[in-house]
């Protein structure tokens, strides 16, 4: 499989958005769930948001609830999070995995998660 590969990344002020992108080709029919997780300097890396088989459920960290949205294209090739009214809190190395065929947990664990992007930075200063 192709590896996965994130864009979208930079510095916005806070109340900004971004929205990121994930060229996930294959990966979605062969994944349980993808999706986005964080990590922030002297923190573990965490999963942000989360997309199941077929789109019917997701999962959102409490900090971003409402703020930010997991989606897929229909042809299931790009997995994208678009992050609305960003924080300073929200500022770390963001990346996209895909997770094992046969499952994945709810919550999500990063043990679920058998491939990684090389992450992108995000940046949201005062």
């Known amino acids: 499989q192709e590896p996965l590969v994130e864009s979208g990344g930079g510095s916005v002020q806070a109340g900004g958005s971004l929205r990121l992108s994930c060229a996930a080709s294959g990966y979605a029919f062969t994944s349980y769930c993808m999706g986005w997780f964080r990590q922030i300097p002297g923190m573990e890396r965490e999963a942000v948001a989360v997309?199941?088989?077929?789109?019917?459920?997701?999962y959102y960290t409490d900090s971003v609830e409402g703020r930010f949205t997991i989606s897929q294209d229909q042809a299931k090739i790009t997995l994208y999070l678009q992050m609305n009214s960003l924080k300073s809190e929200d500022s770390g190395i963001y990346y996209c995995?895909?997770?094992?065929?046969?499952?994945?947990?709810?919550?999500?664990?990063?043990?679920?998660?058998?491939?990684w992007g090389q992450g992108t930075q995000v940046t949201v200063s005062q």
């Open positions: 995995a895909a997770s094992h065929p046969t499952w994945c947990d709810y919550p999500p664990r990063q043990e679920d998660f058998s491939h």
């Open positions: 997309i199941y088989t077929g789109g019917d459920m997701t």
